[in-house]
């Protein structure tokens, strides 16, 4: 069974950046994962922020980027805010029986 | 504006069956899928399974497999899904989602369907 990996929690202090990844047991994640990033509120559904790595959709902030380091996709925050204090999870293509994998999720406090 | 609303929470008893509609609206719908993903109480997003809103083709998690069913209504732009046999373990919120086949971009959501299982 893969499993995809998150930091648990992460801390940063308003205008700050800080960089989220996702790890992937089956080893070195691609493009052809389509990661995409998801941001999640308490009580609300998630909202899409990334899709294929690096693409944001129209409403997805600038501050938001998406990238792959070290065969590990990463979402990136720049001039945090505290509207960015959030769960944040990552979502992977595997294909197969079960294509679709969510990441543990990331618990971002802005401090 | 793309937007999906869900049906209302439901309570159900061990064993039951629970049925959660996805309507969409603000797009061609037969020519997206939707996934269904639910959310336990502190748990990770977990993935259920997929249709292809125009062939009704699905795939679902083998997890689900023989109890989870996912249909479709393209005249009412609805999608549907049935989970049996219901466990304590099935309480969670359900969400459906929007993505273009094939293209790994998933994009809108439903609101979430609270699903509480009780005796």
């Known amino acids: 069974q893969t499993v995809v990996t998150q930091e648990p929690s992460l801390t940063v202090s308003p205008g700050g950046t800080v960089t989220l990844t996702c790890a992937s047991s089956t080893g070195a994640v691609t493009s052809a994962n389509y990661p995409n990033w998801f941001q999640q509120k308490p009580g609300q559904p998630p909202r899409s922020l990334i899709f294929s790595t690096t693409n944001k959709h129209s409403w997805t902030p600038a501050r938001f980027s998406g990238s792959l380091l070290g065969g590990r996709p990463a979402l990136t925050l720049s001039g945090v805010q505290p509207d960015d204090e959030a769960e944040y999870y990552c979502l992977l293509y595997y294909g197969g029986a079960q294509p679709w994998v969510f990441g543990g999720g990331t618990k971002l406090t802005v401090l | 504006q793309v937007q999906f609303v869900q049906s209302g929470a439901e309570a159900k008893e061990p064993g039951a069956s629970v049925k959660i509609s996805c309507k969409a609206s603000g797009y061609f719908f037969s020519t997206y899928g939707v996934h269904w993903v639910r959310q336990a109480p502190g748990q990770r997003l977990e993935w259920m399974g997929w249709?292809?809103?125009?062939?009704?083709?699905?795939h679902y998690s083998q997890r689900f497999q023989g109890r989870f069913i996912i249909t479709r209504d393209t005249s009412a732009s609805t999608v549907y899904m049935e989970l049996s046999s219901l466990t304590s373990e099935d309480a969670a919120v359900y969400f459906c989602?929007?993505?273009?086949?094939?293209?790994?971009?998933?994009?809108?959501w439903g609101q979430g369907t609270l699903v509480t299982v009780s005796s």
């Open positions: 249709v292809n809103a125009g062939s009704g083709n699905t």
């Open positions: 989602a929007q993505e273009a086949p094939g293209t790994g971009v998933w994009d809108s």
